[in-house]
């Protein structure tokens, strides 16, 4: 068959990498783009007018079991270890299934999303949804707080690498958190990273409470373990620092730290020197939700961490749009600008999962995923609009509109 070549035309095209293209051309090929300018290299020219053509959002993190609930569970600001109660009474009363997620990828679809990283509980099987839907890095999480329940969390999680290819999905790995996993099976999630050369991705620093039971052995954390008979009093159990964690994570392929909400000075260097196989990933609404406290945003970006932006889950977000969650960014990091919020959240997030040479810029070479965002008349400048009120028009993935 011959080639199937076909040219995009916007107002702005944004390309991330280099500054907005004024009507600008994407010129796709079989899926990959072959030309981003002015010219559209002889080829028929669909034009969609007074938009902002972005990448497609990277969503680096979210968990698509909670993708039918109408609001967050629990209450705004309510300590971690009350809202984990919320959400093992959601699973327990049959919440969740193939049908959230279907959900949820439509949601990530119709806002502009092509890509995410997703942190599951079970293996959906990709080929139940419809072929439009984002790329898919599927975090199998491991959860494992005692010797005993480590090593078969070791098994599980080998076997699930070992599942034959998902239609188009990456598989990869996530040790929960400190306070549910044994140090043994972080090592074991390590060397598998290792021999199957798959991300890692873990919620670290996310609370004052993890960092207790971490520092101090005690506290809120270790009284749940204890109240469902999954605490291990065993000095090696838990590392007594994040620090420690980060350490053991960059022995991995790639690592992602999931919220970093409390990052101490050491832990940031550390990130920022290990920023080609470790990244951040900040959920701005659901760091709101639980009313923690500013995030350093600015000291990480100032010091050079690869930084992501994920709209965690429905269960502590109102929806799952991307553009929403930069919106929320700009306004709460005013010092940060417009075109480096939306490279978090297209590059950034394209690096962190170790996709950045795919997706996660309009550049030639990359697959045809983008985005388009309706500015009508709108300022000169293009994302004076992106981050205004209007909304995603249209996504396209492997040029072809979803």
């Known amino acids: 068959m011959p080639p199937r070549i076909v040219a995009f035309k916007a107002r702005w095209v944004v390309p991330v990498y280099r500054p907005p293209i004024d009507s600008g051309i994407v010129v796709v090929r079989d899926g990959v783009i072959l030309h981003v300018g002015t010219d559209s290299q002889g080829v028929p020219v669909e034009d969609l007018g007074d938009v902002a053509l972005l990448p497609g959002f990277v969503n680096a993190h979210t968990h698509l079991e909670f993708s039918d609930l109408e609001r967050p569970l629990g209450a705004p600001g309510m300590p971690l270890p009350d809202w984990i109660g919320e959400v093992l009474a959601y699973r327990r009363a049959g919440g969740g299934g193939p049908a959230a997620v279907a959900a949820g990828l439509r949601e990530c679809v119709s806002t502009g999303t092509t890509m995410l990283g997703e942190i599951a509980t079970n293996d959906w099987r990709t080929n139940e949804f419809t072929s439009s839907r984002p790329g898919v890095v599927m975090f199998h999480e491991a959860i494992g ?34 306070y549910t996993v044994h140090t043994r099976l972080l090592e074991s999630l390590v060397a598998l990273s290792q021999k199957y050369r798959v991300p890692l991705a873990m919620h670290l620093a996310e609370t004052r409470e993890e960092l207790e039971l971490l520092n101090l052995g005690s506290g809120p954390f270790r009284e749940m373990l204890e109240a469902v008979g999954a605490w291990d009093a065993a ?29 101490d000075d050491d832990e940031v260097a550390f990130l920022a020197d290990h920023n080609d196989k470790m990244a951040v990933v900040y959920c701005p609404r659901t760091h709101a939700f639980f009313a923690h406290e500013p995030y350093p945003l600015s000291k990480m970006l100032g010091e050079g961490v690869t930084l992501a932006i994920g709209t965690d889950s429905r269960s502590s977000n109102p929806d799952l749009s991307m553009l929403a969650e930069i919106r929320f960014v700009r306004e709460k990091h005013p010092e940060v600008s417009p075109a480096k919020i939306l490279e978090l959240a297209t590059h950034g997030g394209a690096k962190a999962l170790g996709a950045a040479d795919r997706t996660g810029t309009l550049e030639a070479g990359k697959r045809a995923d983008f985005t388009a965002v309706r500015i009508g008349g709108g300022p000169e400048d293009p994302l004076e609009s992106v981050f205004g009120e209007c909304s995603a028009v249209g996504t396209w993935m492997a040029g072809k509109r979803c």
Request: one cysteine or more; glycine letters at 4%.
């Open 145 to 178: 707080p005692t010797l005993g329940r480590a090593h078969l969390a070791a098994e599980a999680a080998e076997a699930f690498l070992q599942a034959a290819p998902r239609d188009g999905v990456q598989a990869a790995l996530s040790p929960h958190a400190p």
């Open 235 to 263: 000095e090696d159990a838990r590392l007594s620092c994040v620090l420690d964690y980060l350490t053991a994570l960059s022995r991995a392929e790639r690592a992602l730290v999931i919220h970093g909400n409390y990052l």
